[in-house]
């Protein structure tokens, strides 16, 4: 049985387009794949093994049991239900954030903080939910995101990768050579399936002009606040991480807006010295505009609430 894109499946898969939202979500799972294997086998990821396998395992865990509680709450067949396909197609929401967590965080040798975080990723995409428009809802956190920094912020043992592993290994020009390498993939990806260019050129621009004023402004050399955009782990946040379809607009102006908004917020919080910025800044983005798309649908309802013809009926 091919599986259905209602109400219910968007907790999972909210885009206007499915069949371009799930080869974003296959063609971004296998990435991630290759990027795990190649990071502890060449590039030089300090994790151990079992940080991934742990983690893809709790988020796994979590996707399948709370699609089955909301497939039985609504009497309906669960996703994963008819044939290899579907149920292949039901894993790489789960892939995702289980090997983010793992990649992101360095819990030391502990696997517990990648499993909390993983659960805690794909949970957020069922607690945090904002309406988009003819009954349907959906979530308004980017899933690794919410769980990384939730983490972060409540095991203060926990840190995070240290930028280097993505390159610790290798040398000369591959150090050139695997950064373009990434960001090839994520220009592709987004050019051709999310639409998320004109978001990730705004946050680009806007990153540079925080910079720009914080070293004009306290007297520091231009390129010092531009050193963190020539990162492996800078690229990824920003093709991987910023602009996921599924919690970003779709309209390219509030695509910039949103891409603007994260850097200024990323600005403020450097000054004033806050750690792990880019996961706070996304966060609180994310956050405001998911209160704005409730205050605007519940707008709308007393509007129509109001409306003569409902008025009409009402009397009626």
Same mark, same amino acid.
Not at 109 to 132: D, G, N, Q, W, Y
Not at 181 to 203: D, K, N
């Given at each position: ?71 039985? !709450?609504? *009497?309906?067949?669960? +996703? ?41 990723? $794909?949970? !957020? ?18 899933? !690794? ?49 999310? *639409?998320?260019?004109?978001?990730? !050129? ?50 390219? +102006? +509030? ?33 405001? +505009? ?20 409902? $008025? ?5």
């Amino acid at each position: 049985m091919k599986p259905e894109f209602t109400n219910a499946t968007l907790l999972f898969y909210p885009s206007s387009n499915p069949k371009l939202r799930m080869f974003a979500l296959v063609y971004f799972c296998s990435l991630l794949i290759v990027w795990t294997v190649l990071g502890h086998t060449v590039l030089g990821f300090e994790q151990a093994w079992a940080h991934p396998i742990v983690g893809v395992g709790a988020a796994m865990g979590a996707h399948f049991l709370l699609e089955w509680v909301n497939a039985w !709450s609504q *009497g309906r067949e669960v +996703r994963w239900a008819g044939g290899a396909k579907p149920f292949l197609l039901f894993l790489p929401p789960a892939i995702i954030p289980g090997l983010a967590c793992a990649m992101l965080l360095y819990p030391n040798e502990r696997l517990m903080p990648v499993v909390f975080a993983a659960v805690l990723s $794909i949970c !957020s995409k069922v607690i945090f939910r904002a309406p988009v428009g003819n009954g349907m809802t959906q979530h308004i956190f980017n899933p !690794s995101n919410f769980g990384i920094l939730f983490v972060l912020a409540v095991m203060p043992a926990v840190g995070m990768a240290p930028p280097y592993q993505f390159t610790e290994n290798i040398t000369g020009i591959w150090d050139w050579i695997l950064p373009l390498v990434v960001l090839a993939t994520g220009v592709f990806l987004h050019g051709l399936a999310t *639409g998320r260019l004109p978001l990730i !050129s705004a946050w680009l621009v806007g990153f540079i002009a925080q910079g720009m004023a914080r070293a004009g402004y306290f007297g520091t050399p231009w390129r010092v606040p531009l050193v963190p955009m020539t990162s492996a782990a800078f690229i990824l946040f920003t093709l991987y991480m910023i602009p996921d379809p599924a919690t970003t607009p779709l309209a390219p +102006r +509030r695509q910039v807006y949103f891409g603007l908004a994260v850097a200024a917020v990323y600005g403020v919080l450097f000054v004033e010295h806050v750690v792990f910025g880019l996961f706070v800044a996304l966060f609180a983005v994310c956050a405001v +505009r998911g209160v704005a798309m409730h205050l605007t649908r519940q707008k709308q309802t007393a509007k129509n609430a109001s409306s003569p013809a409902q $008025i009409v009926a009402a009397r009626a």
